[in-house]
């Protein structure tokens, strides 16, 4: 029913398009700024470009994910041409496709700036498109998932809310990991200290959303009650437990807060990464225990 695409394909839909939210939605935020000068500019440019073409690999990764599931090209065609025979896995494509083809712009419109003259206005356009087209696919990685009344586990509205909060950390952790690695990135500490604050703002909220979900899951009973177990025991346990809980909540919401009190730079992206994985980790653990 859901092969390991699938899984990979929620997941780099969800970092994808939570890392081009968040650098489109800055980018909109910053070049709002009146007190910017030529050099933070440059930097916070150098930036977002980097996030936009790490979002647009990992989101184009994501449909190609989709399209070995299906098997067949011909399969993934249908989904446009005949999307009432596929229900919501046909508009999630079509927000998928959508998202790539912005971001794609975004990338030529801002590495290509000096041989191609892209308007300026044009660029705001599509940087406020890809918030939007963001937001769709952030929230449809949750929605596939609900639409499957076969499955109880998932048959909650909280498991989109979830989806949603986890691609956003997600899309954090790309976000301060690609700034860690530029050259100046001392010149964006402004913008660095906004993002951790978000993050941990983000991680609170999915962690109170997880619980939520699980409590709801235990409350319904049945099959749904069953599911949730399955991640305190046997092979899930050590994914949930380590994988979810730990890297991807527990070890980032500690390494943002205590350099945020201290306002010092975060000069080691490791919880990112960790973070990162821990998405992978909640989506492998939440559609193994709803198809066990």
Sequence with gaps: ??????????????????????????SLVFHCALDCNEIEVAAFDEWRNR???????????????LLLDLGKPERFVMLFVRPSSVSVLAYG?????ALIACSGFLVFA???????????????VGEIACVLLSIAVMTYTGVYLMSTQA???????????LFVASALSMGFSGCAFAGSLLRDTWMLEGANAALRWGHIVVL???ACLLASFLAGA????GRAADSCMLLFSGDLEAWFLGGVVMCGLLIPLIREI???????????????????????????????????
């Excluded at 695409?5 to 939210?21: E, Q, R």
């Excluded at 235990?218 to 009973?221: A, D, E, L, S």
């Excluded at 945020?260 to 492998?284: E, I, K, M, Y």
């Design 1 to 26: 029913m859901f092969s390991a695409f699938v899984i990979v394909y929620l997941f780099l839909g969800g970092f994808g398009s939570g890392l081009l939210l968040i650098a489109a939605f800055a």
């Design 51 to 65: 996030c936009f073409l790490w979002g647009f690999v990992i989101v184009l990764c994501g449909a190609l994910c």
């Design 93 to 97: 494509t079509m927000f998928l496709t």
């Design 110 to 124: 801002n590495f290509f700036a000096g041989r191609v003259r892209v308007p300026i206005v044009a660029r705001r």
């Design 151 to 161: 499955v109880a586990f998932w048959t909650s509205p909280l498991i989109v809310a």
């Design 204 to 206: 609170a909220i999915e």
């Design 218 to 221: 235990m409350n319904r009973g």
């Design 258 to 292: 205590v350099p945020a009190s201290l306002r010092q730079a975060d000069t080691l992206p490791v919880s990112d990464v960790l973070c990162v994985f821990g998405g992978l980790a909640l989506r492998l653990c939440l559609v193994s225990a709803g198809l066990h």
